[in-house]
């Protein structure tokens, strides 16, 4: 089955739109990727300061494979582009990070329900 990644970003409060703005800027980059299933920026609802960016791949070596691949730096280029205020990835206003925290959560799809 499956392997989900979970990165967990801290986005201090007034950061989140233009965190979004700025992944949705890079969209494209992922869908092509060999063994990629899935992606959903996930924004809280609940009072918390964390979004989830969740991934489903095929397997471990793909992901892994997509984290060495040429889209994954170009992404993350633009994040660190934005820290300048120059980019689109995960900065906060005209510059700077929106996040202040990042952490990557790995899980294996053991079940999966789907609608008939």
């Not at 009072?47 to 994954?72: I, M, P």
């Not at 900065?91 to 790995?106: I, V």
């Amino acid at each position: 089955m499956s392997v989900v990644r979970i990165n967990v970003l801290t986005v201090p409060e007034g950061s989140g739109a233009e965190l979004e703005k700025r992944f949705g800027a890079r969209a494209g980059l992922v869908e092509g990727s060999e063994g990629f299933e899935g992606f959903e920026l996930l924004r809280p609802t609940d009072g918390t300061d964390k979004y989830l960016v969740y991934t489903r791949w095929r397997s471990q070596e793909d992901f892994e494979n997509w984290t060495k691949s040429a889209a994954f730096t170009q992404g993350h280029a633009k994040a660190a582009a934005d820290a300048q205020g120059t980019g689109h990835g995960h900065g906060h206003g005209h510059g700077g990070p929106a996040s202040t925290a990042a952490e990557l959560w790995g899980f294996e799809v053991i079940q999966k329900v789907e609608p008939q």
